[in-house]
């Protein structure tokens, strides 16, 4: 199958990068049958990146499948706030962790770093260990809810606290591009009524776990951001948010409210 054919079933399909889709999965093919194969699946909806077993996120190559949530480029601002936020060798966890794209995207631009990636979803966190296996530093995926497989030796001791948690309201779900809507776990996206449950949950656990000058970093939307720096507030964390209109993306950050500003924004006291 020529490029140019492949390109125009992919356009007619709804792929709006349809060129580019198409050069993907040509290098991605090793026969012409498991080409047909992989855009019949496209056709279909299934997501690109589980089709060809990977996403770029942060300029690395995060190994992905079916039914395991693909890496956002919106996310890459929760990314550069955190590494901005870093102090020496910090300790960083993150929650809700999918393929732990923000653990090994941190892990290997920071040096001396030990992580912790944690997710409710069995098949999340084998292809987190997966990923997490190429970094040489300490780095740890751990199966349960929140912050309940975290060894309790880190409390008190978390420099960056990470969370891109389901925020996607239950009654909101069904307008999803089918992309996500039908192949990505729904665990990964629904988060009840307001889209805010998860991140509830992980603000009133977080001061347990935040060292002095530990940052809390959770994925959100312009539109949650009041309601999710609010809810920072009601639970004893300062908090302020960041916007990057490029990526279309919002972050909330809080931190323990006897920590000045100054202390905050210089990520000191590890």
């Given at each position: 199958?020529?490029?140019?054919?492949?390109?125009?079933?992919?356009?007619?399909?709804?792929?709006?990068?349809?060129?580019?889709?198409?050069?993907?999965?040509?290098?991605?093919?090793?026969?012409?049958?498991?080409?047909?194969?992989?855009?019949?699946?496209?056709?279909?909806?299934?997501?690109?990146?589980?089709?060809?077993?990977?996403?770029?996120?942060?300029?690395?190559?995060?190994?992905?499948?079916?039914?395991?949530?693909?890496?956002?480029?919106?996310?890459?601002?929760?990314?550069?706030?955190?590494?901005?936020?870093?102090?020496?060798?910090?300790?960083?966890?993150?929650?809700?962790?999918?393929?732990?794209?923000?653990?090994?995207?941190?892990?290997?631009?920071?040096?001396?770093?030990?992580?912790?990636?944690?997710?409710?979803?069995?098949?999340?966190?084998?292809?987190?260990?997966?990923?997490?296996?190429?970094?040489?530093?300490?780095?740890?995926?751990?199966?349960?809810?929140?912050?309940?497989?975290?060894?309790?030796?880190?409390?008190?001791?978390?420099?960056?606290?990470?969370?891109?948690?389901?925020?996607?309201?239950?009654?909101?779900?069904?307008?999803?591009?089918?992309?996500?809507?039908?192949?990505?776990?729904?665990?990964?996206?629904?988060?009840?009524?307001?889209?805010?449950?998860?991140?509830?949950?992980?603000?009133?656990?977080?001061?347990?776990?935040?060292?002095?000058?530990?940052?809390l970093l959770v994925e959100t939307t312009n539109g949650q951001a009041s309601a999710t720096t609010a809810a920072f507030e009601r639970d004893g964390l300062?908090?302020?948010?960041?916007?990057?209109?490029?990526?279309?993306?919002?972050?909330?950050?809080?931190?323990?409210?006897?920590?000045?500003?100054?202390?905050?924004?210089?990520?000191?006291?590890?």
């Open positions: 199958m020529g490029r140019a054919t492949l390109a125009e079933r992919l356009r007619i399909a709804g792929c709006v990068f349809a060129d580019d889709e198409a050069e993907l999965l040509l290098t991605a093919a090793t026969t012409p049958e498991e080409l047909e194969q992989m855009v019949r699946h496209r056709v279909r909806g299934v997501p690109l990146e589980q089709i060809v077993g990977w996403a770029e996120f942060g300029g690395l190559r995060i190994a992905v499948a079916p039914g395991v949530f693909v890496p956002r480029r919106r996310t890459e601002l929760l990314l550069q706030q955190a590494l901005l936020l870093a102090p020496p060798q910090p300790i960083v966890v993150e929650l809700c962790c999918g393929s732990a794209a923000l653990t090994v995207a941190v892990a290997s631009t920071l040096q001396d770093v030990e992580v912790y990636a944690t997710d409710i979803d069995t098949a999340a966190v084998q292809w987190a260990r997966r990923n997490l296996s190429r970094l040489s530093g300490s780095a740890v995926a751990l199966e349960g809810d929140l912050y309940e497989p975290l060894p309790h030796s880190l409390a008190g001791r978390v420099d960056l606290l990470l969370a891109n948690a389901p925020y996607v309201p239950t009654g909101s779900i069904e307008l999803l591009p089918r992309e996500a809507r039908l192949y990505e776990p729904r665990l990964a996206l629904d988060g009840g009524a307001d889209g805010l449950d998860i991140v509830r949950r992980i603000v009133a656990g977080a001061k347990r776990w935040l060292a002095a000058n530990g940052q300062a908090s302020r948010s960041v916007t990057s209109d490029e990526l279309d993306a919002t972050v909330a950050i809080g931190w323990l409210a006897n920590v000045t500003s100054q202390d905050k924004q210089s990520g000191a006291g590890h």
